[in-house]
């Protein structure tokens, strides 16, 4: 028996990184899941495409499907809920995990990059929220996961040449501490219907295929970097727990559960939260 068994899971950003993970370690636990990206097939250079992790849970035995929609048009994502609905049913597990940034200092941001970081990074999260509530509630719950990140505070200088770093990701950060309070907010509303909402951040530096921006930092910090392993398994706890309204780091809700983290198909044991084994991300 997996924990996620007989539920139906939505997960955005899904073709790579941490939305990818986060899939297959639900999937693992038994959630037919579908995954959505702004398209099918390859995203510019990056690799991974919905196409092909839909395909890698259905061959682990998984119940998987693919749904492209740009969560940065109001329109085109209006009706997300209703259709990713028609593979498996209705939506007992939302993360909103898609996201974009502008690393530019705060002096610097454009109004069309404001726009386009609030609409996908706090928008579209409530707007799909809001579309899961009607069935949750007759359903009789339901989770919501919001993936947050620890730049919507400002962030202490560690070494010489960081001032930069910190200050460019300011105006994403406060997209992100604006989904922080929306969340809260949400989860005390919604308790008493048994819909579970919360946002998780990761504890590190997340080396996936997109995190271009951050590899220089994380080969002079070693120890700042955290497996993508981490953020599935405080996925699974905070998509299948009773937590309420938690803005918290993958590592402290692993730990605060007690849990192992496991390989993101379950099969392995990796570590709990402050002792892992060195895991090289495929994500």
């Not at 007759?138 to 070494?159: C, D, F, H, M, V």
């Not at 001032?163 to 105006?171: D, F, L, Q, R």
């Not at 996925?235 to 309204?245: M, N, S, Y």
């Not at 590592?251 to 002792?275: C, E, N, P, W």
């Amino acid at each position: 028996m997996g924990r996620c068994d007989g539920k139906v899971a939505l997960v955005t950003g899904a073709s790579r990184g941490i939305g990818k993970a986060i899939a297959r370690r639900l999937a693992s636990e038994g959630a037919s899941v579908v995954v959505n990206a702004s398209r099918m097939g390859a995203h510019g250079k990056l690799p991974g495409t919905l196409e092909a992790i839909a395909t890698e849970i259905q061959d682990a035995g998984a119940k998987a499907a693919a749904i492209a929609c740009d969560l940065l048009d109001p329109g085109a994502r209006e009706d997300l809920i209703s259709r990713a609905s028609e593979f498996f049913g209705p939506i007992d597990i939302l993360v909103n995990n898609a996201a974009a940034g502008c690393m530019k200092l705060p002096s610097e941001t454009t109004n069309d990059e404001r726009n386009r970081m609030y609409e996908l990074n706090v928008n579209a999260p409530v707007d799909l929220a809001q579309q899961c509530l009607p069935n949750m509630k007759t359903r009789g719950g339901g989770w919501i996961l919001n993936i947050g990140s620890a730049t919507s505070s400002q962030p202490e200088l560690p070494y010489r040449d960081s001032k930069e770093a910190a200050w460019i990701i300011g105006a994403y950060g406060a997209t992100k501490a604006c989904l922080d309070r929306y969340t809260v907010a949400l989860a005390h509303e919604l308790q008493a219907h048994e819909i579970f909402v919360n946002c998780m951040m990761p504890t590190s530096i997340v080396l996936t295929t997109g995190a271009d921006y951050v590899r220089d930092i994380a080969r002079k910090n070693p120890d700042w970097v955290e497996p993508v392993e981490m953020m599935a398994e405080g996925a699974l706890e905070l998509c299948t727990g009773r937590h309420v309204g938690r803005v918290i780091t993958s590592r402290d809700i692993v730990h605060y559960a007690a849990r192992k983290v496991h390989s993101l198909d379950g099969t392995q044991v990796l570590g709990d939260a402050f002792m892992l084994a060195d895991v090289e991300s495929t994500v």
